[in-house]
């Protein structure tokens, strides 16, 4: 219990800091952390394959890239057109966005509690912590969108390579 | 505290000085075989036959003085050798190393030779693996030095390269083995096929075993792969700008995952701790020398073959080892669906 309100934490807080930072290279080291408390919270469910996943996939491969496209692109502060000393957070326009986003947020998060009754019987335990469970399901119940997602990445690698390539050679 | 729980506390413990340690053999072992690969003496003269040179080197490390570039971000740069050095020595904590022991009766309950038993073990090592590219990546930037930016460029692209066939390669062992436990792993390679060559994964997937090694020394970044410390190109890479002990962890790091791969490729596909001769209970003796091999192979290596290009290693991490590794990952699962585990 203890371990759960300090990964919490963690998570919480590393996120409220990534959009509070200037620094872009401080914002993916934030994330990171925040992923590495999200898995210590998938440890604590029992279901430590999730949790490795989620450090392999997305703190290690996906951050990795934006560690590097943020190093490439070198921007080492948020260009802003605004009074420097007023916090980017508390100018007009981010500040109204934000409310509305907020507001969104909290009538999804009422709609979904109150709907499910707060208690979500979705998973069974054993369908998560076991490797050869989550194979069976992803590949024998959960096929047409598994194979559905595959191809849209492969849409969106082609369409990412297209982009790149500046001339087509003849 | 059972004795149980308190022989888990000192493995561990143990474990983490032995990883110490073996950096400090390491360093020894890499200055003797190069001298021996070169026709030179070696260090000789501290110590009988020159074995208290790395005792020598710590202490040399820990008086220099702990320089700091001024545009340096300083959070990050203190943070980076601490990330390397933390993620070497946490993937060796899923690893294990010998068959349950009771430790002469003492421990009635068996104590299992691994610091952390985890059912996704093999798994656990792969994502450390792939969080130690950041030690590295930050030293570079953080030093704000082109040298050190472009080393920690260069390791990402090639950690992010060779991930995936190293990835591709373990899978294929747990094809093989059908567990994601490193001990299960082990434990089916027990035993001999005619009662001459050993049940080991190496027999079965040798190809598995080259991309595993291959990968592993270019994660390990390591001669002939050593380019983001390429010293004729970018004087020392990543950690240029570190001197003192936070240079001194980025080598212990280095050397500690150097043992990490060594182990692991031990445990995959070497058999572990099983091998003729010895009682089940002295298998850590088997363990230890075919870790030595492996490590004497990487220094090997590196005497022995000149750096590639960059070009050269991006091609063929992209164009020769991951089509490999994909290709033997299908016979593979192919060849268990048709024959059977």
């Known amino acids: 219990m203890i371990a759960f309100y300090l990964f919490g934490a963690i998570a919480i807080a590393a996120s409220l800091l990534v959009i509070a930072q200037r ?30 996943i989620q450090i392999i996939v997305y703190a290690g491969a996906i951050m990795v890239l934006f560690l590097f496209v943020v190093m490439l692109l070198n921007a080492p502060h948020e ?85 790149a390539q500046r001339e087509v050679p003849r | 505290m059972t004795p149980l729980l308190v022989a888990q506390i000192v ?25 021996l690969l070169q026709q030179r003496m070696g260090p000789y003269l501290v110590g009988p036959k020159g074995l208290l040179q790395p005792l020598a080197d ?66 656990v090592v792969f994502a450390i693996a792939s969080m130690s590219v950041y030690g590295i990546v930050l030293a570079g930037w953080s030093s704000n030095s082109k040298y050190s930016l472009l080393g920690g460029l260069r390791s990402s692209a090639q950690m992010i390269s060779y991930e995936l066939s190293y990835g591709l ?22 035993g001999a096929w005619w009662h001459v060559l050993p049940r080991w994964f190496v027999f079965v997937q040798p190809l598995g075993f080259f991309i595993y090694m291959t990968a592993g020394i270019a994660e390990t970044n390591r001669a002939p792969f050593d380019f983001p410390e390429a010293e004729q190109e970018l004087v020392a890479g990543y950690h240029t700008e570190y001197s003192s002990m936070s240079f001194a962890m980025f080598f212990l790091a280095e050397y500690v995952n150097m043992v990490t791969v060594s182990a692991v490729a031990t445990d995959l596909f070497l058999g572990g701790w099983h091998g003729p001769f010895l009682p089940e209970s002295l298998g850590w003796i088997w363990f230890l020398l075919k870790v030595a091999a492996i490590l004497f192979f990487y220094v090997w290596m590196r ?17 020769v080892l991951l089509p490999l590794a994909v290709v033997n990952l299908i016979v593979t699962a192919a060849g268990v669906l048709y024959f059977g585990a």
Not at chain 1, 111 to 118: E, M, P, Q, V, Y
Not at chain 2, 79 to 98: E, N, Q
Not at chain 2, 169 to 190: E, H
């Open chain 2, 58 to 123: 710590i202490v040399k490390l820990m008086f220099k003085e702990e320089l700091r570039p001024k545009a340096a971000d300083w959070f990050l740069f203190a943070l980076a050798p601490i990330i390397s050095a933390t993620c070497a020595f946490a993937a060796f904590s899923v690893v294990p190393f010998g068959a349950d022991t009771t430790i002469f009766g003492w421990v009635p309950e068996g104590l299992r030779l691994q610091v952390a038993d985890v059912n996704v073990a093999i798994l």
């Open chain 1, 79 to 163: 260009e802003t057109e605004h009074d420097e000393r007023v916090h980017p957070l508390l100018r007009r326009g981010p500040m109204r966005f934000g409310g509305v986003l907020a507001v969104a947020l909290l009538l999804e998060l009422v709609w979904a509690l109150t709907k499910r009754g707060g208690e979500s019987g979705a998973f069974p335990s054993a369908a998560v912590s076991s490797v050869r469970d989550i194979g069976r399901t992803l590949f024998a119940d959960y096929a047409f969108p598994f194979e559905v997602t595959s191809i849209l990445i492969l849409v969106a690698m082609v369409g990412a390579v297209v982009l």
């Open chain 2, 303 to 319: 005497w022995t073959l000149p750096r590639y290009r960059y070009d050269q290693l991006m091609r063929f991490g992209w164009k």
């Open chain 2, 11 to 35: 493995l561990t413990l143990f474990v983490f000085v032995m990883l110490l340690n073996s950096a400090a053999v390491m360093v020894y072992v890499e200055r003797k075989v190069a001298a």
């Open chain 1, 23 to 52: 620094n872009p290279i401080y914002s993916v080291l934030l994330l990171i952390a925040s992923f590495g408390a999200l898995s210590g919270l998938y440890v604590l469910l029992d279901a430590p394959f999730v949790a490795v």
């Open chain 2, 169 to 190: 390669a373990l899978a294929s062992v747990l094809v093989v083995a059908n567990s994601l436990s490193l001990t299960d792993i082990v434990n089916r390679q027990a």
